[in-house]
């Protein structure tokens, strides 16, 4: 004689992920760029994924490691700079968001 027992549960008060907004992604930019006004290059690499690749405006060498992000903005926070979205075109997909554009930044330092 076999015995088979089975038992399911239907998933009840499952929680999906809410997509993102479009002002919500171009909301990252201004925690960015609050985060250059700190000076502080750990809470602007903060700023970035584990996995996050950076093409620095003042240096010919991507960064694309967390150590490699931090020592770029070490540098280019003492110039004091801000930045200002000239132009951009956010995308929204499942997991993930992109908001590709032309930002120009204002040095506190000459």
């Known amino acids: 004689k076999i015995n088979h027992h089975h038992s399911s549960v239907m998933p009840e008060g499952i929680v999906t992920a809410e997509p993102i907004t479009k002002d919500e992604v171009r909301g990252l ?6 985060a250059l006004a700190t000076k502080d290059p750990k809470k602007v690499a903060d700023r970035y994924s584990k996995a996050g690749v950076l093409l620095p405006t003042v240096s010919d060498v991507p960064r694309t490691d967390y150590p490699g992000i931090e020592d770029y903005f ?9 930045g200002e979205i000239e132009s951009g075109n956010i995308i929204v997909g499942t997991n993930w968001a992109q908001d590709a554009g032309v930002y120009e930044f204002t040095m506190g330092v000459n």
Not at 29 to 34: A, R
């Open 74 to 82: 070490t540098n280019f926070l003492k110039l004091e700079p801000q």
């Open 29 to 34: 930019f201004s925690l960015w760029n609050n």
